[in-house]
């Protein structure tokens, strides 16, 4: 189980998460930030800052952001 940044993160990047993550695993891309599945956990602390309520507990994100569960795997692990 891990926290995950979805499309609201698209673009707007504010970065408040990377601030308060305990672990360091929130990691910037090019177009979004990014949550290490193996680093995350579960604090809740990025999810409560993020201006554009784009983090969800993995098993809370919105069907139509389910992609980016993968997403967020796959910037960190070319494989699952
Ligand atoms: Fe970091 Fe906590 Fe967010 Fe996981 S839930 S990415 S440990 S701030």
Redesign the pocket.
């Known amino acids: 189980m891990?926290?995950v940044i979805t499309s609201p993160c698209l673009g707007e990047k504010s970065g408040d998460?990377t601030d308060?993550?305990?672990?360091?695993?929130?990691h910037e891309g090019d177009d979004q930030y990014y949550?290490?599945p193996e680093?995350?956990?579960?604090?809740?602390?990025?999810?409560a800052v993020c201006p554009v309520a784009a983090?969800f507990?993995e098993d809370s994100v919105p069907e139509d952001e389910q992609g980016f569960i993968m997403k967020n795997r796959s910037f960190f692990h070319t494989s699952v």
């Open positions: 891990a926290f998460c308060v993550c305990p672990v360091d695993a929130i949550i290490d680093l995350c956990i579960d604090c809740g602390a990025c999810e983090i507990s």
